[in-house]
Protein backbone atom coordinates (compact mmCIF):
# COMPACT_ATOMS: atom_id res chain seq x y z
CA UNK A 1 0.00 0.00 0.00
CA UNK A 2 1.31 3.62 -0.90
CA UNK A 3 2.13 5.68 2.30
CA UNK A 4 0.15 8.86 2.58
CA UNK A 5 0.88 10.29 5.65
CA UNK A 6 3.03 13.53 5.05
CA UNK A 7 5.21 13.13 7.81
CA UNK A 8 6.73 10.06 6.81
CA UNK A 9 8.61 10.99 3.85
CA UNK A 10 7.39 14.81 3.32
CA UNK A 11 10.69 16.32 5.00
CA UNK A 12 13.68 13.87 2.19
CA UNK A 13 11.54 13.41 -0.55
CA UNK A 14 8.21 15.49 -0.48
CA UNK A 15 4.93 14.62 -1.86
CA UNK A 16 4.36 13.34 -4.97
CA UNK A 17 0.69 14.36 -6.88
CA UNK A 18 -1.23 11.35 -5.70
CA UNK A 19 -4.46 13.09 -7.62
CA UNK A 20 -4.74 14.86 -10.50
CA UNK A 21 -6.33 18.35 -10.68
CA UNK A 22 -6.12 21.75 -11.96
CA UNK A 23 -2.79 22.19 -10.79
CA UNK A 24 -1.37 19.00 -12.66
CA UNK A 25 -3.22 19.60 -15.36
CA UNK A 26 -1.83 22.79 -16.08
CA UNK A 27 1.19 22.22 -15.65
CA UNK A 28 1.17 19.13 -17.89
CA UNK A 29 -0.16 21.63 -20.51
CA UNK A 30 3.09 23.98 -19.75
CA UNK A 31 5.11 20.85 -20.10
CA UNK A 32 3.63 20.01 -23.62
CA UNK A 33 3.86 23.31 -25.03
CA UNK A 34 7.38 24.38 -23.92
CA UNK A 35 8.63 20.55 -25.62
CA UNK A 36 6.57 20.87 -28.33
CA UNK A 37 7.35 17.59 -30.72
CA UNK A 38 9.88 16.59 -28.26
CA UNK A 39 7.20 14.70 -26.44
CA UNK A 40 6.86 12.22 -29.32
CA UNK A 41 10.26 11.08 -28.93
CA UNK A 42 12.15 9.66 -25.99
CA UNK A 43 10.90 10.67 -22.49
CA UNK A 44 12.49 11.04 -19.09
CA UNK A 45 10.57 11.74 -16.19
CA UNK A 46 13.99 11.85 -13.30
CA UNK A 47 12.16 11.85 -9.97
CA UNK A 48 9.25 10.62 -11.24
CA UNK A 49 6.81 9.90 -7.95
CA UNK A 50 3.63 7.70 -8.65
CA UNK A 51 4.08 8.51 -12.03
CA UNK A 52 1.13 11.06 -12.84
CA UNK A 53 3.38 13.52 -15.15
CA UNK A 54 5.55 10.07 -16.64
CA UNK A 55 1.94 8.24 -17.08
CA UNK A 56 0.48 11.55 -18.94
CA UNK A 57 3.57 12.18 -21.24
CA UNK A 58 3.79 7.93 -21.97
CA UNK A 59 1.00 8.50 -24.32
CA UNK A 60 3.13 10.50 -26.69
CA UNK A 61 6.25 9.52 -25.93
CA UNK A 62 7.82 7.03 -28.49
CA UNK A 63 9.53 6.03 -25.11
CA UNK A 64 9.46 6.47 -21.87
CA UNK A 65 11.34 6.00 -18.58
CA UNK A 66 10.77 7.12 -15.15
CA UNK A 67 13.34 7.44 -12.25
CA UNK A 68 12.98 7.87 -8.64
CA UNK A 69 14.94 7.36 -5.30
CA UNK A 70 11.83 5.02 -3.70
CA UNK A 71 11.50 2.01 -4.86
CA UNK A 72 7.76 1.92 -3.71
CA UNK A 73 7.26 5.00 -5.89
CA UNK A 74 8.87 3.47 -8.93
CA UNK A 75 6.75 0.48 -8.36
CA UNK A 76 3.45 3.06 -8.58
CA UNK A 77 4.33 4.12 -11.44
CA UNK A 78 5.09 1.22 -12.81
CA UNK A 79 1.29 -0.20 -12.24
CA UNK A 80 0.92 3.45 -14.70
CA UNK A 81 2.44 1.31 -18.00
CA UNK A 82 6.02 3.32 -18.42
CA UNK A 83 9.38 1.40 -17.86
CA UNK A 84 10.40 2.91 -14.02
CA UNK A 85 13.75 2.47 -12.41
CA UNK A 86 14.55 3.01 -8.85
CA UNK A 87 17.72 5.20 -8.59
CA UNK A 88 19.15 8.82 -8.08
CA UNK A 89 19.63 11.81 -10.28
CA UNK A 90 23.04 12.26 -9.74
CA UNK A 91 23.87 9.13 -11.43
CA UNK A 92 21.46 8.08 -14.29
CA UNK A 93 22.11 4.84 -15.79
CA UNK A 94 21.68 5.58 -19.52
CA UNK A 95 23.88 6.49 -21.93
CA UNK A 96 25.21 10.17 -23.14
CA UNK A 97 22.76 11.89 -25.60
CA UNK A 98 19.65 9.27 -24.84
CA UNK A 99 16.87 12.12 -24.76
CA UNK A 100 14.92 14.26 -26.27
CA UNK A 101 12.86 15.22 -23.43
CA UNK A 102 14.04 15.42 -19.71
CA UNK A 103 11.26 16.56 -16.99
CA UNK A 104 12.32 17.36 -13.76
CA UNK A 105 9.08 18.58 -11.30
CA UNK A 106 9.88 19.64 -7.92
CA UNK A 107 13.07 16.96 -7.53
CA UNK A 108 16.14 19.33 -8.00
CA UNK A 109 15.64 20.61 -4.08
CA UNK A 110 15.36 16.78 -2.88
CA UNK A 111 18.32 15.84 -4.21
CA UNK A 112 22.05 15.22 -2.10
CA UNK A 113 23.85 17.24 -4.65
CA UNK A 114 21.68 19.34 -7.02
CA UNK A 115 24.73 19.94 -9.39
CA UNK A 116 25.32 16.66 -10.08
CA UNK A 117 22.22 16.25 -11.01
CA UNK A 118 21.97 18.92 -13.37
CA UNK A 119 25.35 17.54 -14.87
CA UNK A 120 23.42 14.35 -15.12
CA UNK A 121 20.33 15.87 -17.15
CA UNK A 122 22.74 17.97 -19.42
CA UNK A 123 25.16 14.57 -20.39
CA UNK A 124 21.66 12.31 -20.93
CA UNK A 125 19.87 14.82 -23.31
CA UNK A 126 20.43 14.95 -27.01
CA UNK A 127 21.84 18.05 -28.52
CA UNK A 128 18.57 19.99 -29.47
CA UNK A 129 16.62 18.14 -26.26
CA UNK A 130 14.94 19.90 -23.83
CA UNK A 131 14.98 20.06 -20.23
CA UNK A 132 11.97 21.30 -18.25
CA UNK A 133 12.39 22.51 -14.99
CA UNK A 134 10.04 22.97 -12.06
CA UNK A 135 11.99 24.25 -8.77
CA UNK A 136 10.24 25.72 -5.74
CA UNK A 137 11.28 30.13 -6.05
CA UNK A 138 12.59 31.37 -2.90
CA UNK A 139 10.77 34.74 -3.27
CA UNK A 140 7.90 32.78 -2.41
CA UNK A 141 6.93 33.70 0.93
CA UNK A 142 6.08 30.18 2.12
CA UNK A 143 8.35 27.31 2.48
CA UNK A 144 6.04 24.50 1.40
CA UNK A 145 7.84 21.57 2.74
CA UNK A 146 7.76 22.22 6.79
CA UNK A 147 10.48 22.86 9.13
CA UNK A 148 12.90 21.42 11.53
CA UNK A 149 13.25 22.83 15.60
CA UNK A 150 15.18 21.42 18.16
CA UNK A 151 15.20 18.14 16.15
CA UNK A 152 11.59 17.55 15.58
CA UNK A 153 10.00 18.24 11.72
CA UNK A 154 6.78 20.16 11.60
CA UNK A 155 5.01 19.62 8.64
CA UNK A 156 3.35 22.93 6.50
CA UNK A 157 3.21 25.75 4.75
CA UNK A 158 5.70 28.28 6.79
CA UNK A 159 6.09 31.87 6.58
CA UNK A 160 9.17 33.84 5.96
CA UNK A 161 11.67 31.06 6.03
CA UNK A 162 12.79 31.76 2.84
CA UNK A 163 13.01 35.11 3.27
CA UNK A 164 15.99 34.82 6.21
CA UNK A 165 20.03 35.11 5.43
CA UNK A 166 21.01 31.48 4.05
CA UNK A 167 22.49 29.93 7.02
CA UNK A 168 19.36 30.47 8.98
CA UNK A 169 16.88 29.34 6.19
CA UNK A 170 18.68 26.38 5.70
CA UNK A 171 19.10 25.33 9.48
CA UNK A 172 15.34 26.08 9.79
CA UNK A 173 15.12 23.47 6.22
CA UNK A 174 18.37 21.97 5.73
CA UNK A 175 15.92 19.09 4.06
CA UNK A 176 15.01 21.35 0.99
CA UNK A 177 16.79 23.72 -1.58
CA UNK A 178 15.28 26.28 -2.58
CA UNK A 179 16.29 28.71 -5.66
CA UNK A 180 16.80 32.37 -6.87
CA UNK A 181 17.37 32.93 -10.84
CA UNK A 182 20.75 33.44 -10.04
CA UNK A 183 21.51 29.93 -7.81
CA UNK A 184 19.73 28.32 -10.79
CA UNK A 185 22.45 29.77 -13.43
CA UNK A 186 25.04 28.96 -11.49
CA UNK A 187 23.94 25.27 -11.85
CA UNK A 188 24.01 25.11 -15.82
CA UNK A 189 26.81 27.77 -16.27
CA UNK A 190 29.98 26.10 -18.35
CA UNK A 191 26.86 23.66 -20.10
CA UNK A 192 26.33 23.55 -23.94
CA UNK A 193 22.61 24.90 -23.58
CA UNK A 194 20.59 28.16 -24.09
CA UNK A 195 17.47 29.19 -21.73
CA UNK A 196 14.69 28.94 -24.05
CA UNK A 197 12.31 30.21 -21.69
CA UNK A 198 12.68 31.56 -18.11
CA UNK A 199 9.49 32.87 -15.64
CA UNK A 200 8.15 32.44 -12.24
CA UNK A 201 4.90 30.75 -11.19
CA UNK A 202 1.73 30.47 -9.05
CA UNK A 203 0.40 27.52 -7.96
CA UNK A 204 -3.35 26.19 -8.84
CA UNK A 205 -4.20 26.50 -4.96
CA UNK A 206 -6.82 23.06 -5.64
CA UNK A 207 -7.17 22.78 -1.81
CA UNK A 208 -8.01 25.85 -1.11
CA UNK A 209 -10.90 25.72 -4.10
CA UNK A 210 -12.12 22.38 -2.21
CA UNK A 211 -12.48 23.90 1.01
CA UNK A 212 -14.23 26.90 -0.21
CA UNK A 213 -14.72 27.64 -4.00
CA UNK A 214 -15.72 31.01 -4.51
CA UNK A 215 -12.42 32.07 -2.89
CA UNK A 216 -9.88 29.30 -4.16
CA UNK A 217 -10.97 30.32 -7.36
CA UNK A 218 -10.78 34.18 -6.89
CA UNK A 219 -7.20 34.16 -5.46
CA UNK A 220 -6.17 31.50 -7.73
CA UNK A 221 -7.06 33.58 -11.01
CA UNK A 222 -5.64 36.53 -9.17
CA UNK A 223 -2.01 35.36 -8.44
CA UNK A 224 -1.88 33.60 -11.65
CA UNK A 225 -2.71 36.98 -13.28
CA UNK A 226 0.10 38.63 -11.07
CA UNK A 227 2.51 36.06 -13.24
CA UNK A 228 2.34 38.62 -16.02
CA UNK A 229 3.71 41.40 -14.06
CA UNK A 230 7.37 42.04 -11.83
CA UNK A 231 5.18 40.35 -8.82
CA UNK A 232 5.65 36.43 -10.60
CA UNK A 233 8.95 36.78 -8.55
CA UNK A 234 6.85 35.79 -5.58
CA UNK A 235 5.56 33.03 -7.38
CA UNK A 236 5.94 29.47 -6.06
CA UNK A 237 8.03 27.79 -8.69
CA UNK A 238 10.32 28.75 -11.13
CA UNK A 239 9.49 27.43 -14.76
CA UNK A 240 12.76 26.77 -16.98
CA UNK A 241 12.92 25.49 -20.06
CA UNK A 242 16.50 24.53 -20.66
CA UNK A 243 17.73 23.40 -24.32
CA UNK A 244 21.06 21.40 -25.17
CA UNK A 245 22.54 23.28 -28.26
CA UNK A 246 25.59 20.72 -28.64
CA UNK A 247 27.45 17.51 -27.84
CA UNK A 248 28.63 16.78 -24.32
CA UNK A 249 31.76 19.71 -24.38
CA UNK A 250 32.18 22.18 -22.04
CA UNK A 251 33.08 25.24 -23.60
Known amino acids: MTDHNPSSKAALRGEPSYVWRAGQERRLALIRQAAGERTSGQVLVDGCG ?74 VLKPGGRLILFVPNRGYPFETHGFYWHGQYHFGNIFFINYLPRVWRDKLAPHVNVYT ?42 LQWLEKTPLRGLGLSHFWVVEKIQADRKS
Request: net charge negative.
Open 50 to 123: VGSYLAKLAEQASMSVGLDIEFERALEAHKKGPITLAGVGEHLPFPDNSFDLVLSHEVLEHVQDDQLTINEIVR
Open 181 to 222: RKDLERLFSGHPVRFEYRTVIFGAYDNIIARAPALGKALRGF
